[in-house]
């Protein structure tokens, strides 16, 4: 159909970046082109639904046949395909001597004249009423498939109301179909005076969820294992709603991951996690006994909700073990589970502080400027800092420490902009420059801010390796203990590290002329202590003590030893084997799967010819440097245990995407970002988002049909 090559057993596909070619409309060279790709079903139907239903792509044309040799987007007027392979044609002849026999196909159809350029009303009265409902649905959820992948709401201004609709974005593109020469369109709307109601297509776009979902579901039961992944939570229609993703590994051994759809997130405790897992594994279809690994990202105010979800998996599947989220480095999302006021203060204000400097150059250019003036005297420094303003710092595994150090910089950057004594700044602007100044002069802010800074330098090296190539993370599984002991030592020295803490942020505090108290919310709710807590005090309880105890036993929970257990599987990798020289892969880890594997009785012996094979390897000869490369080796199919285990650590979250993998998740952020809230919807954010998952016209009519037989 119109998403894939007309051609049969044509290489190319829906993931390929090539354009696809419209049947002509042109009756003599339409007929050219079937007889050219041997499409002998194809004979019967009229140039006109070939023109709309059916493509070829470009690498069955000849280089003179584009308008453009380079770019390759334009074919030539008189354009023919000539090119194809070997298994083409052959399929090609069965496909004919399958026709010439099947004549039942054909009987009682009447002839349609090749002659004609477009569909006539006589061809769509010739076809039987159950025929010319299909062809109408078809047009119908060619329009639903436009609207999803270009991100267009259908509703438009009416917002879901009955005569919003009637001049809605999805009339307008009936309209223009019908003016197009769409028949069946058109002869809808002569008898029943509109092409489309609000509640067909409501009915119309749940079947094209299900279908796709169908589709999804399919693929992962055909990949085997994965990992479930969920996003910070999102307001859709007044609801808050759960993005589900999944990562797997493909037939090719790349990683995947896929949109799964938005899950409702009203409730509390344990009902809250069984409706979740409820809504995945009975409603969705997906086998939670496959799962090997989840990941969340969620913000200090739901925590605990999310805390509650992932022991309930945990508990239930044991193997479904918590990992962290490539997307987020480890001391963001340390940070952003604690639901303390001061350091979700931090947070809040480093992402207003990252839409603040993304609206404009001329704000960096800014920001650089106040560097430049508070580092003069240290030229390599400021360069340092300015280089590391230019990037997503924000985002940054050292992102407390870089703050820290460019604070007052920033203050006085952001002075600026809201003096704007040049009147070179919006009043939008202006504004937004005044809050982000009121909040740094804000000694909780700074406390928080210095806390933070102190203790995930103590992380950050290990949260960096973790998140790096194969030889990086692999390492990091042996370093976590000495991490976790130099947590443990501030904690039971938590009365020394916090005198060292509050003396560097009231030094701070003291530079950037900000009063040292306690914040002003506690006072208010406690009211007869006003007179009696010290700031150094209120820090301890309330900042110092429950951040060191959250990291660790955060960290405990998202390493966990069957975690740690799967990363040290990387060992696996020849650049790990060749870094670690005489060691051979750790089996102990790797017994971690035996119930996955093929063949565990073998598994000693092939995992020593595994390490014979790159210890012992050819001088010259490059060891694979990553999990990708290593599974796209030729002989590592000769080594079946092996290549599931690889496959199996290719599916934790820990690991960074690779191949542009994550793809789903770049185009929900669009989604998000893009989309008004009102015009938001969780049927039409998934056909976006999935809009490269094959779909078939015919069984989508066919769905619709089944779902809906009284519409018919």
Not at 538 to 547: A, G, I
């Amino acid at each position: 159909m119109h998403n894939c090559c007309a051609v049969p057993n044509c290489s190319s596909s829906k993931f390929d970046p090539g354009p696809l070619f419209r049947f002509p409309h042109d009756p003599e060279r339409s007929k050219t082109w079937i007889e050219k790709c041997q499409r002998q079903d194809l004979q019967d139907k009229p140039p006109d639904q070939l023109f709309r239903y059916y493509r070829i792509c470009g690498k069955h044309f000849e280089a003179t046949s584009f308008q453009n040799d380079v770019e390759r987007s334009v074919l030539k007027e008189d354009a023919i395909p000539t090119i194809f392979d070997a298994q083409s044609q052959t399929q090609n002849e069965k496909v004919k001597r399958c026709k010439e026999t099947d004549e039942t196909e054909v009987k009682g159809r009447k002839k349609i004249k090749k002659s004609q350029p477009e569909t006539s009303n006589e061809d769509i009265q010739s076809l039987s009423e159950e025929d010319e409902y299909k062809e109408y649905l078809k047009s119908l959820f060619e329009v639903i498939t436009l609207l999803g992948e270009h991100n267009i709401p259908p509703t438009g201004p009416g917002d879901d109301k009955q005569d919003g609709f009637k001049s809605s974005n999805f009339q307008a593109l009936l309209e223009y179909r019908m003016t197009c020469g769409d028949q069946a369109l058109k002869k809808r709307y002569d008898e029943n005076k509109e092409c489309c109601s609000l509640t067909c297509l409501n009915q119309m776009i749940e079947v094209f969820e299900k279908h796709i979902h169908s589709k999804l579901m399919e693929e992962v039961k055909q990949n085997g294992f994965f990992s479930l992944l969920t996003e910070n939570l999102v307001k859709i229609s007044g609801e808050w709603c759960l993005p589900v993703f999944i990562r797997f590994m493909d037939q090719s051994d790349c990683q995947k991951e896929r949109f799964l759809g938005f899950v409702s997130f009203e409730g509390d405790g344990d009902d809250l996690a069984e409706k979740i897992l409820s809504e995945i594994a009975d409603k969705w279809g997906l086998d939670m006994e496959k799962c090997r690994g989840q990941a969340h990202s969620c913000s200090g105010t739901h925590f605990n909700k999310f805390k509650t979800f992932s022991t309930k998996v945990v508990e239930r599947y044991p193997m479904a073990m918590l990992t962290l989220k490539s997307t987020c480095t480890l001391n963001a999302s340390l940070a952003n589970g604690m639901a303390l006021s001061g350091v979700q203060l931090v947070l809040s204000i480093l992402k207003k502080i990252d839409s603040f400097f993304s609206q404009s150059s001329l704000l960096q250019l800014e920001l650089e400027h106040a560097i430049s003036i508070f580092f003069a005297d240290r030229e390599g420094k400021a360069k340092e800092l300015k280089e590391i303003c230019q990037t997503s710092w924000t985002g940054r595994n050292d992102t407390f420490e870089v703050v820290t150090e460019i604070l007052e910089a920033l203050l006085l950057c952001v002075d600026s902009v809201h003096d704007n004594e040049d009147m070179q700044w919006s009043d939008e602007v202006t504004h937004g420059a005044l809050e982000i100044s009121r909040a740094l002069a804000n000694f909780e802010f700074i406390m928080a801010l210095v806390v933070l800074k102190n203790i995930m330098t103590l992380t950050q090296a290990f949260g960096k390796n973790v998140q790096g190539n194969v030889i990086d993370t692999h390492f990091a599984t042996t370093s976590l203990k000495a991490v976790l002991h130099s947590l443990q030592e501030v904690s039971d020295n938590i009365d020394v590290y916090h005198e060292f803490w509050t003396d560097e942020a009231v030094n701070l505090a003291t530079a950037m002329e900000i009063p040292v108290k306690v914040p002003r919310s506690f006072l208010r709710k406690h009211q007869s202590q006003s007179g009696i807590i010290r700031p150094e005090s209120y820090y301890k309880d309330h900042l110092s003590v429950p951040v060191v105890n959250h990291i660790i036993k955060e960290i405990n929970n998202l390493f966990s030893e069957n975690h740690l257990r799967a990363l040290r599987c990387l060992s696996l990798v020849p650049a790990v084997i060749e870094h670690q020289k005489s060691a051979e892969p750790e089996e102990e880890s790797v017994q971690l799967f035996k119930n996955d594997i093929p063949n565990a009785a073998s598994l000693s012996a092939e995992l020593h010819c595994w390490w014979v094979k790159w210890s012992k390897k050819v001088k010259g000869e490059i060891s694979p440097s990553s999990l990708h490369q290593t599974l796209q080796l030729a002989d590592v199919k000769f080594f079946p245990n092996v290549l599931a285990i690889l496959r199996l650590v290719g599916v934790l979250p820990t690991l960074a995407p690779e191949n542009s993998c994550n793809v789903a998740y770049k185009r929900f952020q669009k989604y998000m970002e893009n989309t008004p809230d009102r015009f938001k919807s969780k049927s039409l954010a998934f056909l976006n988002i999935n809009y490269d998952i094959g779909y078939d016209l015919d069984a989508l009519v066919e769905d619709y049909m089944k779902t809906y037989p009284d519409r018919v």
